[in-house]
């Protein structure tokens, strides 16, 4: 497709793991990324990975990198009621300056 | 605090009316990049600028236009405003054109009546 897909919504209960899935456009992608957005806030920068790698750990964050399926995920670990938010997902491209966003997805965390 | 800071932070506008819209990036970066983000979606390219030169457009129409000063900071300006043109407007700043971490700003909350 020609869009960044994400699932629009994921609900988890407070301590519970979230997984947020991406499906991205480019296989040439070099750079793959997660974005935190919350209420009326701009975008935080929260981690990203680059396309040679299949994983990357940080702190309560994982991505996971399937190249051959253009598939990117984040998990959260031991998740709480301040990482309610909206992800989003962006590629960006070798040749391009500019990063291509999926629509985002909201999670929700339930005490 | 990604250090880039927006202003203004709100701004109500009529439509056919003119806007611009400033950004200050991070000290010691020189690359700004403008996204509109329209309400329910992700961030769309508008365009980047390098070093005082426009460095990449996305799909916008030339009433979105922009400029880049000597400090770095920069200028979105967009005429003829379109009730459309309703959106959060961001701007990120990084130390190169293809620089792997960009930060994001708190955005500008553009409507249009």
């Known amino acids: 497709g020609e869009d960044v897909e994400q699932s629009l919504f994921l609900s988890v209960r407070e301590g519970d793991s979230s997984v947020i899935n991406c499906t991205y456009t480019?296989?040439?992608?070099?750079?793959l990324y997660w974005y935190k957005q919350e209420p009326g806030a701009g975008l935080q920068l929260l981690t990203y990975?680059?396309?040679?790698?299949d994983m990357k750990q940080d702190q309560r964050l994982t991505v996971l990198l399937n190249k051959k399926d253009k598939h990117l995920s984040l998990r959260i670990a031991d998740t709480q009621t301040g990482d309610s938010a909206i992800y989003f997902c962006?590629?960006?491209?070798?040749?391009?300056?500019?990063?291509?966003f999926g629509a985002g997805t909201r999670l929700t965390v339930k005490p | 605090e990604t250090g880039v800071t927006q202003s203004p932070t709100h701004l109500i506008k009529t439509r056919g009316q003119q806007v611009t819209l400033r950004c200050s990036s991070q000290s010691g970066h020189n690359t700004v990049s403008w996204y509109q983000q329209a309400l329910g979606q992700g961030p769309q390219f508008i365009f980047q600028?390098?070093?005082?030169?426009?460095?990449g457009r996305g799909n916008f129409p030339p009433r979105f236009s922009g400029l880049q000063f000597p400090n770095y900071s920069s200028e979105l300006n967009v005429n003829a405003l379109e009730l459309d043109d309703s959106a959060l407007y961001l701007c990120a700043s990084s130390s190169s054109r293809g620089n792997t971490e960009a930060f994001f700003g708190q955005g500008t909350r553009l409507t249009v009546v």
């Open positions: 480019d296989s040439s992608s070099t750079y």
């Open positions: 962006a590629e960006r491209h070798p040749n391009n300056n500019d990063m291509r």
């Open positions: 600028y390098y070093r005082e030169e426009e460095n």
């Open positions: 990975i680059f396309s040679n790698m």
